[in-house]
């Protein structure tokens, strides 16, 4: 199997200088990689420092990978920037499963934990449940099991986390968001809305998108089952887009505010000179720094 021509790939080295591999084995090292159904991210952060040191893209902007192909490109995109030869203290990986469920955590029994996700969502053999948690909240998940053995067999210690996970820890505890009320992370092929109002979670979901008008026509709907108002809501964006792009003007014409999302010097430090837009790997880069950062909040309260 070879690279489609229509998988965009980019690597950002954020670090004014070169820094070699026998540098990087000496720092505390967190891998934050982000398995998206039509992305592969990754960023190295140093967790000590909170500087961010490289992140990687491989996107599809016609099609979501299959699980075959999944696995191709993971291991492909694992070689291609060395992620198997470096020391991490920790390794985290962000899975965007389209099979999940949230529901309270005094309703989930772990025996049952298929039953509940299968009452949603149709699941195959080859498929195992995950679970994390977020205050009251449990989340399940689904992993086909040989993407979780690959995984494991490369990174033992890893620890992994739905999307809808990194996106609560980020929509609570990122210095920018923690009055917000709606979040759009934008992918090639869908979106992932999440909404809270003050500290009450509200929803998550996701939506296939094929043009700028689905975009718009999700997140109007979803404003409108929330009883929020268009005039008055502040909608924040991150994601793999340009800042000219037609959904920005689109819903501009339409809601009240549209905030594109980037880092915060309280979670991470870019040099001056940095090319990395961070509000393309938003997730990826904030998900580890924002549970941290609620967790010192937590300590020092």
Known sequence: MQLQSDIKIEEYNVVPQKISEKELKQKSLLLSLSIFQDELESAIIDLEAHSVYTSSIYASSQRKFSNNELTFLLNDFIHRYHLQSLSFKSIQIIHSSPHFTLCPAEFYLPEHKRDLL???????????????????????????????????????SARFFHSSTSMLYILFFHPLLQHSKLWIHLHPNYIEVIAKDQKQFLFYNTFDTKTSLDVLYYILFVIEQLKFSPKETVVYISGNI???????????????????????????????????????????????LCASYQENTKAES
Do not use: G, M
């Open 118 to 156: 299968q009452f949603v969502h149709p699941l195959s053999s080859d498929e195992i449940i995950l679970t994390n948690d977020f205050e009251s909240i449990k989340i399940l998940y689904a992993i086909p099991q040989s993407l979780h053995n690959n995984l494991l067999q490369i990174f033992p």
């Open 242 to 288: 340009s800042l000219k792009h037609s959904i920005i003007q689109l819903l501009q014409k339409y809601l009240h505010s549209v905030q594109i999302l980037n880092h915060h010097p309280k979670l991470h430090i870019l040099p001056l000179n940095s090319s990395l837009l961070t509000h393309h790997h938003f997730i990826t880069l904030n998900h580890h």
